[in-house]
């Protein structure tokens, strides 16, 4: 009877030692490398390897014990198999989706200026055409995060280039309306 008891405390401690502390680290890393894949919009440009990313680190979630346990072994895998899944699609989709902003912010450009947003707003317009440089030099060197942020910026700033100028126009054309109108009276008024 000593003697498995004996045995019974062994084999426990022996599997209490077995057991490793929450890999919170690993969980964190794997989260944050995630967001880093969503912000290079993964989920349309490598959407495989973003899902399994999302699925091993839930697994991991599911696994996880708050406290010393053997599942954390487990636990920690699925996290580390979340974190290079989603390593893996940062670096497939990070080129495709600088290049998808860099072609959008061209497009804004070009819209820009066939209304004449390159006389009428010129500084906004050679802002957004600088930006739009910087994001081309940018991808050049294979900084995909900057050259996306900074063509996500010259199309906002090419839009908006393009919305003022636009409102110029507009604003023009009502004066010259109004001039008309104006005139045509005058005109009416002349022939009495």
């Known amino acids: 009877m000593k003697k498995q008891m004996f045995i019974l405390i062994s084999l426990a401690i022996l599997f209490a030692g077995c057991g490793i502390q929450p890999p919170t680290q690993d969980l964190e890393k794997a989260k944050a490398t995630l967001a880093k894949a969503e912000e290079a919009n993964a989920k349309e440009f490598a959407p495989k390897e973003y899902q399994e990313a999302q699925e091993f680190l839930a697994k991991g979630e599911q696994t996880m014990e ?52 390159d006389v009428a707003v010129k500084e906004e317009f050679l802002k957004a055409e600088q930006l739009l440089k910087e994001a081309e030099e940018a991808k050049a060197k294979k900084d995909y995060k900057t050259a996306w942020q900074k063509a996500l910026e010259a199309k906002s700033v090419a839009e908006n280039a393009r919305k003022i100028a636009e409102e110029k126009r507009m604003r023009a054309e009502s004066a010259i309306n109004d001039a008309k109108e104006k005139i045509d009276n005058i005109e009416k008024e002349i022939s009495k």
């Open 66 to 117: 708050p406290e010393k346990s053997r599942k954390n072994k487990e636990a920690l895998e699925y996290f580390q198999q979340a974190q290079s899944k989603a390593e893996e699609a940062y670096k497939k989709s990070a080129p495709k989706y600088a290049e998808k902003t860099l072609n959008e912010s061209k497009q804004a450009l070009e819209q820009a200026k066939s209304i004449k947003a």
